[in-house]
């Protein structure tokens, strides 16, 4: 059997997933390969067509922590506080993310691809190559082959393991789902929405032209619109919007005048801010949002995917790259238990994780419909004013559904799943029903809380367990 130092991982896709594991695993000793098919982008420019920013939160930092970058990445963050919700009446509304003064950030996909890029390069036993596009995967043999876009070239590499962090276009996943002898279960599910990227300028002396340290969201129903600070001044700005349906869609918006009119009804304070608006509605591509859900995602020892390859998600809670660097996490830690036996190490590893990127990817689309309709409604704030109150009062005992999944990265998604539905409906019950009286205090809210919670739990637990024995 060959030793750690032997033994050889090809990994597909030097994105920010892909450029990470390979980087922790150069650092744990292997000789790793790292193959992309888009050009260096510390060379070149690179129009991927994917979202410019990323919330970066603590499932994510707890990755790059791992590989001794948690200094190195706070330079490269802004952190935001809540939600900056402005309301069709041109009205501000902050809705903390936390009541225990917790925070999101936003970060530049590019300059963190850039940092981890610079960071393999710094390894010896890592190889990068660029320009190569994954035409197959022999997932028996861990032979994968590829062609230089720029020679047309095409070249064949025999590794000892294959790892494809390569996208929700996995060239790895593909040959996993065309493989005659391997049953793979495949499923994708798009929303009705795409999205598409929009920006704010800085001022003048570069400066912000909104709050800096907020996210801010145009919940409208249907449709929404978000912007992400960056460092230097300006905003990202993304509209997600039906692609088809009815008046408002990126289908109907196909003139300057239809554009415009659409922005003076729905965003007008957002339009005053935007000169480069038809421009950039213009040039800047319609992008499907998307979920992906896999089954297994490991074959023969030979080969893993990892991250969107595995389970791509909607970008609603912020997750998808923080999921992804908490699957080097927990990968990680099965290279400990089962050092030598790829198998075991693949088996368990997707074991423990596959129920949790479902939770999130199901999570990801329930807080799409969160943001775009509820994050303006009465019911919905004054359960959020609650729920700040109960984290800064009792900092300890309550936990939102947005805090479980976003900064208890000890907690596994499916467990903070279970926990925040529940917590919500009984919260939203309660206030529905008149129960939190005026003069209550709020100990007393949070018992009755509490105490509605721990019946809806075991209500759920009993049914489950008739489920099971029928």
Known sequence: MKTQEQEHILIIGAGLCGSLLALRMAQRGYKVTLMEKRPDLRKEIVDSGRSINLAFSDRGMKGLRLAGLEDKVLPLCIPMNGRMIHNAEGELFMSPYSGRNEYINSISREDLNIMLLDECDKMPAIKMQFNQKCTGVNIETAQATFEDHKTGETTTYQADVVMGADGVGSALRKSMLEHRKFLFSYGQDFLTHGYKELSFPPKADGEFLVEKNALHI?????????????????????????????????????????????????????????????????????????????????????????????????????????????????????????????????????????????????????????????????????????????????????????????????????????????????ILNLIYDGKFIKDMSLRTKLDLMKQETRKMLHDEEVLEGLESED
Not at 260 to 273: G, H, I, Q, S
Not at 363 to 369: R, S
Not at 370 to 388: D, N, S, V, W, Y
């Open 218 to 426: 145009w919940p409208r129903g249907k449709d929404m619109m978000i912007a992400l600070p960056n460092l230097d001044g300006s905003f990202t700005v993304t509209l997600f919007l039906s692609w088809e349906e009815g008046k408002d869609s990126f289908d109907s918006l196909n003139t300057d005048e239809a554009v415009l009119d659409y922005f003076k009804r729905e965003y007008p304070d957002a339009l005053a801010l935007m000169p480069d608006l038809l421009t950039e509605f213009k040039e800047n591509p319609t992008s499907p949002l998307g979920t992906i859900k896999c089954s297994p995602w490991h074959a023969y020892g030979k080969v893993l995917l990892l991250g969107d390859a595995a389970h791509g998600i909607v970008p609603f809670y912020g997750q998808g790259m923080n999921s992804a660097f908490e699957d080097i996490y927990v990968l990680d830690q099965y290279l400990d238990q089962y050092a030598g036996d790829w198998k075991a190490v693949f088996k368990a590893y997707q074991e423990e994780r596959k129920e949790d990127t479902d939770a999130i990817a199901d999570l990801a689309v329930d807080n799409f419909h969160e943001m775009k309709a509820h994050t303006a409604r009465p019911i919905f704030q004054e359960k959020r004013k609650l729920e700040i109150a109960f984290e800064e009062a009792f900092p300890t005992e309550y936990f939102s559904k947005y805090a479980l999944v976003t900064f208890r990265e000890d907690l596994r998604y499916s467990e903070a799943m279970r926990r925040g539905r529940v917590q919500d409906k009984a």
